[in-house]
């Protein structure tokens, strides 16, 4: 059974900082990653979608990267901003499953 | 991408009553799911809710708890049944085409008094 993990639980920066979002899994096998961010009491936004065969996937200041053999995956935020807090979630998608397995979650606060 | 609309964005009820929450996307999509979030907590999934069919529900949910209809594509109900307080949470429903990215509604905050 996949189980994701997220570490740290929080995590405050200030402002215009680089910053990288940890996640692991245990299942190697998965079709894809996602990434989300979700804004308190709202839905999550999907960030980024990494495929199995890929490596990297970036958009504007994200850039997600892929290890399957190690089990991880993390979230390069470059320059931050104060529009960046929010709680980041990575979700598994592993073969013959069509459900995403979600970690539980990052809370980032960005510091003006 | 697709749009997702939930109705109503949030309710408060009584004990011992239902709530019918309604999810609507905007394109056709293969895969619809319902999810349980409660306050600080990840996301739980309660069922895959599948067109025409009986919906396939995780551990620890069941159909009397929480019926699912999905009529067609883009549209699936999820009503929470002899509601508790322990029923207090944000709901939020999914939307995907097969190995794609999944999508996600604003959610529906539950009180339940």
């Known amino acids: 059974k996949q189980e994701v993990t997220q570490i740290p639980a929080a995590l405050s920066v200030p402002e215009g900082e680089n910053l990288v979002l940890n996640c692991s899994f245990t299942?190697?096998?998965?079709?894809?990653l996602q990434w989300f961010r979700q804004d308190p009491g709202k839905g999550l936004t999907s960030l980024l979608l990494?495929?199995?065969?890929?490596r990297e996937q970036t958009s504007g200041r994200l850039n997600a990267s892929l290890d399957k053999s190690s089990g991880r995956s993390t979230l390069y935020i470059a320059a931050s901003q104060p529009g960046d807090s929010a709680t980041y979630l990575c979700a598994a998608l592993n073969f013959g499953n069509e459900k995403l397995t979600f970690g539980t979650g990052t809370r980032l606060t960005i510091i003006p | 991408s697709a749009v997702i609309s939930q109705k109503p964005s949030r309710d408060i009820c009584q004990r011992g009553t239902s709530l019918t929450i309604q999810c609507q996307v905007d394109s056709q999509v293969t895969m619809m799911f319902w999810y349980r979030q409660q306050p600080g907590q990840s996301l739980t999934l309660i069922a895959t809710?599948?067109?025409?069919?009986?919906?396939?529900?995780e551990s620890g949910f069941v159909i009397d708890k929480f019926p699912i209809s999905r009529p067609n594509l883009t549209f699936s109900t999820l009503t929470v049944s002899n509601m508790s307080p322990e029923d207090s949470s944000i709901y939020l429903c999914?939307?995907?085409?097969?190995?794609?990215?999944?999508?996600f509604g604003p959610g529906t905050r539950l009180l339940v008094l």
């Open positions: 999914s939307a995907a085409r097969l190995w794609e990215t999944q999508y």
């Open positions: 299942d190697s096998a998965i079709y894809n």
């Open positions: 990494i495929q199995s065969s890929q």
């Open positions: 809710a599948n067109q025409g069919s009986e919906a396939t529900y």
